[in-house]
């Protein structure tokens, strides 16, 4: 049973224009949120982050939404850069305080940034 | 610079081999973890480990043993019992504690792509 999910495989953005990559959870226990970008045969990087006492978090041209209602969370990229094409991973965790359980992640989406 | 070292970067290895990959960490992080990464299937959580002399099972163990005997290092043993080892390995680290900066983000490095021929 997948508890974190990202349905859009893929996605493509003209160079310039805002986009935008959606994350849905199912477990009520994940409290913090984490977005990783991930380039071919290379390690994922953190990109930004949200606790679940927050709705929104915005780290220059990056912003994430969360509704914990809908137990939705968002990834705004604008404006998007060539630069940007990559594989987009969404992760939860349950430890805000600092535990060792690792994360669980989404598929991914793969984000492509046309010129 | 402080990081996270896999080593080697491609592995090649024939059916009914075990392969050990390295993984060594100089960021003075508590936790390590292993994680698979296979064309559209996300990340999954093979083991991790809060201390040294202790590890948990993830949700894909079977087939896959780890140690850890000093806080540097949390190598992963692919055995023959692995129905399907190829795949893009993963070791990633993170300090615990409640107020810790940084206990709640994973630091990845760069991979470990297992061919099994």
């Known amino acids: 049973d997948q508890q974190v999910k990202q349905n859009s495989p893929s996605l493509s953005v003209q160079e310039g224009r805002i986009s935008i990559l959606n994350c849905d959870y199912t477990n009520s226990m994940f409290d913090y949120f984490l977005w990783y970008k991930k380039y071919p045969a290379e390690g994922p990087t953190f990109l930004i982050s949200i606790s679940s006492i927050k709705d929104k978090n915005e780290d220059g041209r990056f912003t994430v939404f969360l509704n914990k209602s809908a137990k939705h969370l968002s990834l705004h990229i604008v404006p998007s850069q060539p630069g940007d094409s990559a594989v987009y991973f969404c992760?939860?965790?349950?430890?805000?305080?600092?535990?060792?359980?690792?994360?669980?992640f989404g598929k991914g989406t793969h984000l492509i940034i046309q010129p | 610079d402080g990081g996270i070292t896999q080593s080697p970067k491609y592995l090649f290895r024939k059916e009914g081999q075990n392969v050990t990959l390295s993984c060594e960490q100089n960021?003075?992080?508590?936790?390590m973890y292993w994680y698979r990464q296979d064309p559209g299937q996300g990340l999954r959580l093979i083991y991790y480990s809060q201390i040294v002399n202790d590890f948990q099972k993830g949700d894909i163990a079977e087939g896959y043993s780890v140690s850890r005997e000093k806080k540097e290092s949390f190598p992963l043993t692919v055995t023959s019992a692995q129905k399907n080892p190829t795949a893009f390995y993963l070791c990633?680290?993170?300090?615990?504690?409640?107020?810790?900066?940084?206990?709640?983000?994973?630091?990845f490095g760069a991979g470990s792509r297992l061919t099994v021929l």
């Open positions: 960021l003075n992080h508590d936790a």
């Open positions: 990633a680290s993170k300090p615990t504690g409640a107020f810790v900066s940084g206990a709640n983000v994973l630091t």
């Open positions: 992760a939860a965790s349950s430890y805000s305080g600092g535990g060792a359980d690792g994360l669980t």
